[in-house]
Nanobody
Framework: QVQLVESGGGLVQPGESLRLSCAASGSFFSISVMGWYRQTPGNERELVAYITRGGNAIYMDSVKGRFTISRDNAKNTVNLQMTSLKPEDTAVYYC??????????????WGQGTQVTVSS
C-alpha cells in the first residue's frame, strides 16, 4: 500500500503565498506522475498541476505564472509553491500519485486533502 501525506494548507490573505508538500511512503518502486488537484463544494475535482518523473510540468491556465510544482524523486515528494493567491484559489487541495509501480502492479493513489483558504 502507498500513503500520501499532505501538509502546508491554511488561511492566508489575498496576494500572499503558501507552499503545499506531499510525501509518498509505502511499498513501491517508482512514481511516474505526481500532481495536485483541488475541489470546492459542489464541484468536481480539477487538475491544478502535475509533474512527470523527468520534470515536465503542466499547469491549469488560471494558476500559470503563480504556482510552481516541483518534486524530489529520491525523497518521493512533490511540492506546490503558490504565490499571489486569490480568493478563487480557495479549495481542498489533493495530492495524487499516478502510475505508481508496486509489487502488485501500477496504481494511482490520493492523499487525504488539505484546506487552502484565501480570504481577507
Amino acid at each position: 500500500q502507498v500513503q500520501l501525506v499532505e501538509s502546508g494548507g491554511g488561511l492566508v490573505q489575498p496576494g500572499e503565498s503558501l507552499r503545499l508538500s506531499c510525501a509518498a511512503s509505502g511499498s513501491f518502486f517508482s512514481i511516474s506522475v505526481m500532481g495536485w488537484y483541488r475541489q470546492t463544494p459542489g464541484n468536481e475535482r480539477e487538475l491544478v498541476a502535475y509533474i512527470t518523473r523527468g520534470g515536465n510540468a503542466i499547469y491549469m491556465d488560471s494558476v500559470k505564472g503563480r504556482f510552481t510544482i516541483s518534486r524530489d524523486n529520491a525523497k518521493n515528494t512533490v511540492n506546490l509553491q503558490m504565490t499571489s493567491l486569490k480568493p478563487e484559489d480557495t479549495a481542498v487541495y489533493y495530492c495524487k500519485a499516478e502510475w505508481v509501480l508496486t509489487p502488485k502492479g501500477k496504481y494511482d493513489f490520493w492523499g487525504q486533502g488539505t484546506q487552502v483558504t484565501v480570504s481577507s
